[in-house]
């Protein structure tokens, strides 16, 4: 079978998933599975003989069988306000139950407007009440700007299931609607982007990298099983698959032998590089290596790069500074390290000689000068 090819768009942050911090505000309708195990991080699954009181367990959102009129629909809070560039809408194992059709709208909502929103009661078995209705109307979400039209959802066979969608607009967004036409289901969403967060205050210490401060991953060397991006995610992982862990190297030398400082002497290593959310000056570094317990690294380092407003590519040389040299990782735990760069927009994490990592934070201070 083809593998298919994923979209460029897929390289940038996701700002959907329960992870991230994406939120569900609001939803019509829970019945056969609450909209919330769209958000889900892990991958659906399906188990054939499990069944609920309201019919057959699905990993996904899944309406009831429409019998009024309308359409379902639900909005969702991303992670931070950011440009939308790309979707995925997956239908996994909804082959007789997908949803046929669904569009995309979104908004940016001020704190008043957001309070509108009812109070969400995640239930299966449920719908949404006249009231909570009535209450979310006031938004118009109806009218929020279209960014993707009506369009056509396949079947969640395993070639059919990934329904990718390039995203035009640079506009910036805090909530979008998911319509679906009229009913069914949808297995997971994704929403790929750039965050364009608020300036933090220069006097504020905060996590330079961090998604929701607008860290974007630009490059790396290997990410056989776990993308680098999923380290700058806000909340803590909860598996190994949620963070960077490469494939193991197999320049290995057959019989390992430690340097002075107490590191490993090989001769090959795993990068990645990431593009700060503001420039500032980084202090304080934690690497963590929860949940990768016989696969974490030997070592870990940081370096830093002042690159002004420009994207960091793989054939042009940079000047890289020394942020952290070359320390000792142990087993599923935070490691915290004290550092002064300079001002810089780009740090490089590299690890030696394999492994996985699971969130990386770089606190610091950003340039006074950006506001």
């Given at each position: 079978m083809i593998e298919k090819k994923m979209p460029a768009f897929t390289e940038f942050s996701e700002f959907a998933s329960l992870s991230a911090g994406g939120q569900v505000a609001f939803s019509t309708d829970d019945f056969f599975a609450p909209c919330e195990?769209?958000?889900?991080?892990?991958?659906?699954?399906?188990?054939?003989?499990?069944?609920?009181?309201?019919?057959?367990?699905?990993?996904?959102?899944?309406?009831?069988?429409?019998?009024?009129?309308?359409?379902?629909?639900?909005?969702?809070?991303?992670?931070?306000k950011c440009v939308i560039r790309g979707l995925l809408v997956d239908t996994s194992f909804f082959t007789g139950n997908f949803a046929p059709k669904y569009s995309i709208q979104a908004a940016s909502l001020t704190p008043e407007e957001e309070a509108l929103i009812p109070a969400r009661d995640t239930r299966m078995g449920s719908a949404c009440c006249r009231r909570d209705l009535e209450e979310v109307e006031r938004l118009k979400s109806d009218k929020w700007e279209e960014i993707v039209p009506v369009t056509p959802l396949e079947a969640g066979y395993e070639d059919t299931r990934l329904n990718f969608q390039k995203v035009v607009s640079d506009e910036a967004w805090t909530h979008i609607r998911v319509n679906i036409y009229p009913d069914g289901g949808i297995a997971r969403f994704r929403v790929y982007g750039e965050a364009h967060p608020e300036p933090p205050p220069s006097d504020q210490f905060v996590d330079l990298i961090s998604l929701l401060n607008g860290g974007t991953c630009q490059g790396y060397s290997n990410a056989h099983y776990g993308h680098p991006r999923n380290m700058i995610k806000p909340c803590k992982?909860?598996?190994?698959?949620?963070?960077?862990?490469?494939?193991?190297?197999?320049?290995?030398?057959?019989?390992?032998?430690?340097?002075?400082?107490?590191?490993?002497?090989?001769?090959?290593?795993?990068?990645?590089?990431?593009?700060?959310?503001?420039?500032?000056?980084?202090?304080?570094?934690?690497?963590?290596?929860?949940?990768?317990?016989?696969?974490?690294?030997?070592?870990?380092?940081?370096?830093?790069?002042?690159?002004g407003h420009r994207d960091w590519y793989p054939d042009t040389k940079y000047d890289w500074s020394s942020i952290l040299k070359p320390r000792k990782l142990s087993a599923d735990r935070e490691h915290w390290f004290d550092c002064d760069s300079d001002i810089i927009t780009h740090i490089r994490v590299t690890m030696a000689p394999d492994g996985g990592i699971s969130r990386i934070r770089t606190f610091g201070y950003v340039d006074p000068r950006i506001h």
């Amino acid at each position: 079978m083809i593998e298919k090819k994923m979209p460029a768009f897929t390289e940038f942050s996701e700002f959907a998933s329960l992870s991230a911090g994406g939120q569900v505000a609001f939803s019509t309708d829970d019945f056969f599975a609450p909209c919330e195990n769209m958000l889900l991080d892990t991958e659906p699954v399906f188990i054939p003989d499990k069944y609920t009181e309201y019919g057959k367990w699905m990993d996904g959102w899944e309406t009831r069988r429409k019998r009024i009129t309308g359409h379902d629909w639900c909005i969702i809070k991303l992670a931070t306000k950011c440009v939308i560039r790309g979707l995925l809408v997956d239908t996994s194992f909804f082959t007789g139950n997908f949803a046929p059709k669904y569009s995309i709208q979104a908004a940016s909502l001020t704190p008043e407007e957001e309070a509108l929103i009812p109070a969400r009661d995640t239930r299966m078995g449920s719908a949404c009440c006249r009231r909570d209705l009535e209450e979310v109307e006031r938004l118009k979400s109806d009218k929020w700007e279209e960014i993707v039209p009506v369009t056509p959802l396949e079947a969640g066979y395993e070639d059919t299931r990934l329904n990718f969608q390039k995203v035009v607009s640079d506009e910036a967004w805090t909530h979008i609607r998911v319509n679906i036409y009229p009913d069914g289901g949808i297995a997971r969403f994704r929403v790929y982007g750039e965050a364009h967060p608020e300036p933090p205050p220069s006097d504020q210490f905060v996590d330079l990298i961090s998604l929701l401060n607008g860290g974007t991953c630009q490059g790396y060397s290997n990410a056989h099983y776990g993308h680098p991006r999923n380290m700058i995610k806000p909340c803590k992982s909860e598996s190994m698959g949620d963070g960077w862990e490469t494939a193991r190297r197999l320049d290995r030398p057959e019989v390992l032998e430690a340097n002075e400082d107490g590191t490993l002497k090989v001769p090959g290593e795993e990068w990645a590089v990431f593009k700060l959310g503001f420039p500032g000056r980084v202090q304080r570094v934690c690497v963590d290596t929860a949940h990768f317990k016989g696969n974490f690294p030997d070592s870990v380092k940081i370096e830093g790069a002042h690159l002004g407003h420009r994207d960091w590519y793989p054939d042009t040389k940079y000047d890289w500074s020394s942020i952290l040299k070359p320390r000792k990782l142990s087993a599923d735990r935070e490691h915290w390290f004290d550092c002064d760069s300079d001002i810089i927009t780009h740090i490089r994490v590299t690890m030696a000689p394999d492994g996985g990592i699971s969130r990386i934070r770089t606190f610091g201070y950003v340039d006074p000068r950006i506001h």
